[in-house]
């Protein structure tokens, strides 16, 4: 029965690609590349044989007939190199045409003794003995070698029990006479088989090597992507170890917002490039704060900086975690003003409001673009208690649900009236915190 063209060829890409192990596009990249470098190698090897080859038949006198034989494969051999090289440098990674080109590339020289055989017997039968005990067996060992870029196991065990066959053919077909004797036919086979096995299971290591790396990395800048640049890698760590669930779910949450003041009225005389640098100087700085305290950095709004501490990582004690980086903020920007009132003859002044409370953490937006962030009261609340920061005086102002889970804030805790919030109806409870130097200004009345 014939077989149409067109199932003849499907039945060919369905064969290679049952045969040919299934690989990561970046592997796919990789391969593609090695038997690039691999054939370019043999075009640069094999001119360099034959000129050794030249020079060592004027110094030994090689028969002219061998000599010639040779030469002819070596161009053939060179011609058919340049040309699989040109073919699969046309093709993209990863497709059939381009792992067959591969698999050939990788095949051919399997295939170099019986030219070889045939070459000697046409021109030197007398040194077949020799040639059998070492020089074809160890060509053989050398070709099959080559099998581990083509990073599979069965490719590698295949190629090394082709090439013993290929050997025990030689040996009991053309070349019968001068075949040596079984226990040393079976040594050399052995030796061939083992050194496709060797070959083909260092490659499927190396591409098993490069699936995890390309795993672990992919699934880093998963993480990143989903939750931002700004994101410590200590969380990124333990969040690839714990898994990351992408639908909504219910978190307790310390959420932290803070916001320059007057900064719009700051930056009038600054040219936009300047306004930029400073506002990149001043998150840099309050970004590194919160990662070292384990938050997330939600996202950046103006110049306002939201973050949340205890998800999608729990935090022993969030509170106490959230309450550390305001006060370290603080600080911060202390000495980024002690370099700006030189360099710009400005101070910079944040409020910065806390709160603890239930949001929904989730992949949220359209189908066409998500934000991994958080929703809900506590989010609204946090905001609103920083806006009240420069009514009340305060630089830090925080919830009595953060409050609860203070253990040494205390002391520099002022309660304060109960706030009622724009958007509730509710008065919140709440606390402002004062460092020595704002305690000084309240008490002149700064």
Known sequence: MKIPAHDLSNCMQDWLKSYLPEIHPELDRAIHSGVLRILKLWMVAIPLFALVTLVFHYFNDIPLEFLAGLMIFLAVTFVFNVADWAILKRCKPGEVTARTIQAVG?????LCPLFLVWITLETQPEVMTSFLTSSIPMLQILMVGTTVFGFSLRFGLIAGVVSALVYLAICFGPAAYARPDVPNMVEMCLYIVLSGTVAGKAGDEARKLVHRVVASIKDREFVTRILGAYVSEEIKD???????????????????FSDLRDFTTLSEEMSPRRVVQILNQYFDRMVRIIQEEGGVVDKFIGDAIMAYFGAP????????????????????????NAQLKVSEKIELQAGTGLHHGTVVLGSIGSEKRRDFTIIGDAVNIAARLESMTRSINSPIILSEEVKLGLAEESALLRPLEHLTLKGRKKPVVCYGWNDGEDAQRQESGG
């Open 238 to 256: 333990r969040l690839l170890d714990q898994g990351l669930s992408m639908e909504g779910e219910e978190k307790e949450v310390t959420v932290l």
């Open 313 to 336: 990582v729990n935090l022993e004690n969030p509170r106490e975690n959230a309450m550390r980086a305001a006060r370290r903020m603080r600080t911060e920007l202390k000495l980024l």
């Open 106 to 110: 990788l095949a051919y020289p399997i």
